[in-house]
């Protein structure tokens, strides 16, 4: 089983979007997965409710930090998302349990200053020193082509983490979460261009 841990303490950065669209993936690509939410909002798991029975399965997967339960048996993939102000114990557990640790980041300066505290203690963690856990950033609501993402890639380069790829700001994700979907359940024709770039996130996620 591959568990991705989709963290940022800062808060509105995408993280949510990114797991529920992650899990969705996966389901789509027929492999049996589960969404887990250490946020004590539960809006994940929320999202889940909301999805109808007839699309592909995403579990539920309880990761409570006082009552934990194991994943099914033969799960494929997990996706956990994680809280705004994650640390201590949650931290901990996120990344006991984790293979791949991806944190969406909006590539303001502001955002930014926020979020490198926390990557710079990520790469303090034993296990990501020695290459157990993989770091990747993905940069959220931002034109690749603009300023912003340069900006995004400099400051991710000096701290030696690949950039996985833009998702850009759109209603699209908005409109799908509201029923329970994600982009990997509506018409391609709808979702074409975010679905393009999701690709290279997707290769690196899947990468063993």
């Not at 200053?113 to 790469?123: D, I, K, N, S």
């Not at 940069?139 to 400099?154: E, N, P």
């Amino acid at each position: 089983m591959t568990v991705i841990v989709v963290a940022n303490p800062k808060g509105g950065v995408g993280k949510s979007t990114l797991s529920t669209n992650l899990a969705g993936y996966f389901a789509a690509n027929g492999e049996w997965v589960a969404l887990a939410d250490l946020d004590k909002q539960q809006s994940a798991h929320g999202w889940l409710g909301l999805r109808p029975d007839t699309l592909p399965k995403i579990e539920e997967w309880n990761t409570d930090v006082d009552a934990p339960s194991k994943p099914p048996k033969g799960l494929e993939k997990a996706v956990i998302d994680t809280p705004a102000g994650i640390h201590g114990t949650r931290l901990a557990l996120a990344l006991e349990l984790a293979d791949k640790v991806i944190v969406p980041l909006q590539p303001s300066m502001f955002d930014i200053l926020a979020t490198q505290e926390f990557l710079v203690r990520l790469q303090k963690e034993k296990a990501i020193r020695k290459g157990t856990i993989e770091v990747g950033v993905v940069g959220m609501r931002v034109d690749a082509r603009t300023k912003s993402a340069d900006q995004l890639h400099r400051f991710v380069e000096g701290l030696d983490l690949p950039v996985l790829g833009f998702i850009r700001d759109t209603q699209n994700y908005v409109q799908v979460a509201a029923h329970g979907l994600t982009i990997w359940d509506v018409a391609k024709s709808r979702v074409e261009k975010d679905i393009e770039q999701w690709q290279p996130i997707i290769e690196w996620v899947s990468k063993k």
